[in-house]
């Protein structure tokens, strides 16, 4: 097991909206979007879509995140052992 799961705090240092530009002051909850374990794409609360709001909370609920050996952003079903 390397590196720990990104908090929200740390996601907050890292973020600036994709879609806005707004920087990410500690306000209301943000999206991030990643593909291959990198992130590609940081939403803010008022740019998502409802859609992509509920999606969030599902993963926040279900997935356990982490970090591979290159950095990357790993993500498993909590479920599993
Ligand atoms: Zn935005």
Redesign the pocket.
């Known amino acids: 097991m390397t590196g720990a799961e990104p908090s929200r705090r740390e996601r907050r240092i890292l973020m600036r909206?994709?879609?806005?530009?707004?920087r990410n002051r500690g306000h209301g909850d943000w999206n991030v979007a990643i593909k291959a374990g990198v992130i590609h794409a940081t939403?803010?609360n008022?740019?998502q879509t409802l859609e992509e709001n509920t999606e969030a909370e599902i993963n926040e609920a279900t997935i356990l995140y982490g970090r591979d050996s290159f950095g990357r952003i790993t993500g498993r079903s909590k479920g599993s052992a």
């Not at 909206?17 to 707004?22: T, V, Y």
């Open positions: 909206c994709s879609r806005c530009g707004r939403i803010c008022l740019c």
